[in-house]
Structure formats: structure tokens, C-alpha cells
């Protein structure tokens, strides 16, 4: 049985989908939609934890995120392709899901894996409403389902975004769902390998983004999101 939502967020790593669109789910969640979060990878190549650590911190910051389900299809960290095997997962979740909208990876980014899961998102949101693409999920037929629309989140690398969510409300709670991330993240006295993302100064730059975006909505902290095609709207008035 498939188990609907309105959003589904996919990114590639555990905690991707935290850093750029915490704010957002939470905000979906309290004004009572329903999110799911697809992982693409464990991350297992991660420099810091394990991936049973990041199973562990995933389903924390889930909690705090206040999401239906969580998933990982476990593809390859670093080296997974757009081959059909590793697509069809992907259709397989979107379809069990039937979200009408899919937060995707940001279109380009410091790590490749970003990019990457960009395009291999928006390819298997596109197959997946293919009919003669055949799926079935513990043992049930799926029905084909296309979302209606694919928002690619922004990540390390500044893009412009064409829509902005005001999140200042929950930035408290989305730095919480983001420091569910033990290994990952800043964490006085915490021992590990140092990498891009696992100092103080990372927090003060993911506060220092959500400041930079919300300011041009008038907002104190603000995500952004890219489209992939312009929005048709009947009411111009419904937009300011
Ligand atoms: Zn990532």
C-alpha cells in the first residue's frame, strides 16, 4: 500500500536534506502536510562515524523534523550512477510515496555527489510516471506517479533562489535537527578527522545563509529553492 505524502525530500547524503531544507519541512509539518525524507546514499564515505552512527542521527533528526518515514536506498556514496538498477529504487520510493512535490539536491555544489543527485532525482520524478515502466514493493503492483513539481534545494555554493520559504520561526528547531548529526557537525570536545563541515564556523556560515536569503524576503531567516520550470499561477495577487 502506498503510504502518501505531500513533500518527499531527497538528498543524496544523510543530513543533506537538514542543512538546506530543515527550515521548510518543519514548517510544512506544522502547517500540517505530510513529509517524507528518501536518503540516496549512507554516506559511508563520510570522513567522520559510521554508518550505523548516521542511521542512528538520521532517524534522530527525523524525529525532531517531525517527518512520516524515512528511508535510505543505499546506492553507492561517491559513485553512484544514473544506471536503470539504481533509478528504479528511486521510481520504486517515489511511487510508494506519491508526493505532489520532491525537494531535490542543488543543481551544481562543492561535492559532486550533489549534482549529481540533482539530475538522477529529476530523471527518476520524470520515469516514475512512465506506465510501461513496471514496479512493485513488497510484493504489491505500483501505479506510475509523477510529482507535479521538483524543487532543488541550495547547498554549500551559493545559488539564486527563485522561491524563498520564510523560516525564522524554526531555525532554532532545524540547528537541532541538524546537531542530531553527533559525528558530523561542531560539537564541543568531540573527537574526529577535521573536515569542511565539522566546525564552528560551518554553523556560523549555515546561519550566516539562512540570514543572506531571508533578507530579500523581508525575513530573518530564510531557504531557498530553485525550479526546474516557471510557475503558472491563476492569481497574480496570490503570489505577494
Ligand atoms: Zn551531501
Same mark, same amino acid.
Given at each position: ?5 505531500d513533500? !518527499?525530500? *531527497?538528498?543524496a547524503h544523510p ?26 546514499t ?9 554508518v550505523?552512527?548516521r ?6 533528526a527525523?524525529?525532531? !523534523? ?15 550512477? #544514473? ?19 520532491? !525537494? ?16 538522477f *532525482? ?8 512512465l506506465?510501461?515502466?513496471e ?55 568531540a573527537?574526529g578527522?577535521?573536515?569542511? *563541515?565539522?566546525?564552528?564556523?560551518f ?5 550566516a ?5 531571508g ?9 531557498g529553492?530553485?525550479? #526546474? ?12
Amino acid at each position: 500500500m502506498a503510504e502518501k505524502v505531500d513533500i !518527499l525530500a *531527497i538528498g543524496a547524503h544523510p543530513d543533506d536534506v537538514e542543512l538546506s531544507a530543515g527550515g521548510t519541512i518543519l514548517k510544512s509539518v506544522a502547517q500540517g502536510k505530510k513529509v517524507a525524507i528518501v536518503d540516496l546514499t549512507e554516506g559511508e564515505l563520510g570522513s567522520r562515524g559510521t554508518v550505523r552512527s548516521r542511521y542512528e542521527e538520521a532517524a534522530n533528526a527525523a524525529q525532531i !523534523l517531525g517527518v512520516e518515514h524515512r528511508e535510505n536506498i543505499r546506492l553507492a556514496d561517491g559513485f553512484f550512477t #544514473e544506471d536503470r538498477d539504481s533509478l528504479v529504487r528511486l521510481i520504486k520510493a517515489i511511487r510508494h510515496y506519491q508526493p505532489e512535490i520532491v !525537494l531535490a539536491n542543488a543543481v551544481e555544489d562543492r561535492h559532486p555527489d550533489h549534482g549529481r543527485g540533482s539530475s538522477f *532525482i529529476s530523471r527518476a520524478c520524470f520515469l516514475s510516471g512512465l506506465l510501461k515502466i513496471e514496479t512493485s514493493r513488497n510484493g504489491e503492483d505500483q501505479e506510475k506517479w509523477r510529482p507535479k513539481v521538483v524543487y532543488h534545494y541550495i547547498q554549500d555554493r551559493y545559488i539564486k533562489p527563485d522561491i524563498i520559504i520564510d523560516v525564522s520561526e524554526f531555525r532554532e528547531k532545524k540547528m537541532d535537527a541538524i546537531l542530531a548529526y553527533e559525528t558530523q557537525f561542531y560539537k564541543e570536545g568531540a573527537k574526529g578527522p577535521k573536515t569542511p *563541515i565539522s566546525g564552528k564556523d560551518f554553523i556560523a556560515f549555515l546561519e550566516a545563509r539562512m540570514r543572506q536569503v531571508g533578507r530579500d524576503i523581508g525575513a530573518e531567516f530564510g531557504e531557498g529553492f530553485t525550479v #526546474e520550470r516557471p510557475i503558472g499561477v491563476d492569481d497574480l495577487t496570490t503570489l505577494i
